[in-house]
């Protein structure tokens, strides 16, 4: 595997200066798009690892505006799709050299479709890895009920407790029943704090980003959209809440679900304390954009 330089530049757009990196030449050297990998509420530093497995191709990440090293000035602090897809809309012009290819995982998935569906032009391919659209489950109301429960825990007791609340959420097998989450999990069972430090600006548990999970994509436009689009889930997500959006997604699009190896951060390679199987995830990622 070569060494590909990372080279980081800014942009600025309405309320706000994006810093994205660029691995490779702009434009491309043998005109094929660069591949374009975005997370939500995850910034570019997740994507590390998986970039260093292409480096054939030019690869470009960015950190969503406030998060990571991407600031704002529009006096707020809440994600919707829409402001992040016009974002994406910019960067990809910015470039020059789109329509790009991109993958999208969890947030970023919802980003990218909501990209895909009012921009289509920008984008080729887009695999959209584990969604928390939690309008296209078929238990939405369940579903909605158990992450307000999440949000009530993380307001009342703090980050340690509202993560565990979130972990019991995503890890559940099917459907959610009536009233999950009533109970929390002790944070102590995941090696989390018990303690309360006061802050309430975490970007997963606070409600700045109720938007993405509340988002209920446009299938109409994305099945007449000329970008190809490709629900995606880590084959050990199977049956929990963002592997069941993802299939809902595929089944209402009338495309497979493209089953990738590992899990929600299958791609990382000990970026956040976690790892998945990255090096198996770039290749299935490479027949997915071959398909």
């Not at 030449?25 to 997370?39: E, S, V």
């Not at 089944?251 to 990738?260: E, I, N, P, S, W």
């Not at 199987?277 to 027949?287: I, K, Q, S, V």
Request: a negative charge.
């Amino acid at each position: 595997m070569t060494t590909t330089t990372v080279e980081t530049r800014t942009l600025d757009v309405p309320g706000a200066t994006l810093t994205y990196d660029v691995r490779g030449p702009l434009p491309t050297a043998d005109g094929a798009p660069p591949l374009l990998l975005i997370g939500q509420p995850m910034d570019a530093a997740g994507f590390t690892t998986l970039a260093s497995f292409f480096t054939d191709r030019t690869v470009v990440t960015y950190d969503p505006r406030g998060l990571g090293r991407s600031t704002r000035s529009d006096a707020s602090l809440v994600q919707t799709p829409e402001q992040q897809a016009d974002d994406v809309h910019r960067l990809v012009a910015e470039l020059g050299a789109g329509p790009v290819d991109l993958l999208g995982s969890s947030g970023g998935a919802v980003t990218a479709l909501r990209l895909a569906a009012t921009f289509p032009d920008d984008v080729r391919t887009v695999v959209a890895h584990e969604p928390p659209a939690l309008p296209l489950l078929p238990d939405a109301d369940r579903a909605f009920g158990a992450w307000g429960r999440v949000q009530m825990t993380y307001n009342e007791r703090g980050w340690g407790w509202g993560m565990a609340a979130f972990i019991a959420m995503t890890s559940w097998q099917g459907e959610f029943p009536e009233g999950f989450g009533t109970e929390s999990p002790d944070p102590a069972m995941f090696g989390m704090p018990t303690e309360d430090d006061g802050s309430r600006d975490d970007p997963l548990l606070s409600d700045v980003a109720s938007a993405i999970v509340r988002y209920q994509p446009d299938i109409a436009a994305l099945q007449g959209s000329s970008a190809r689009i490709v629900p995606a889930a880590g084959i050990e997500s199977k049956g929990t809440m963002t592997w069941r959006t993802s299939e809902s997604l595929a089944a209402q699009l009338g495309v497979d679900l493209a089953v990738f190896p590992s899990n929600h951060g299958g791609f990382m390679g000990g970026e956040y304390g976690q790892t998945g199987e990255p090096e198996a995830f770039a290749a299935t990622l490479r027949e997915v954009l071959a398909g």
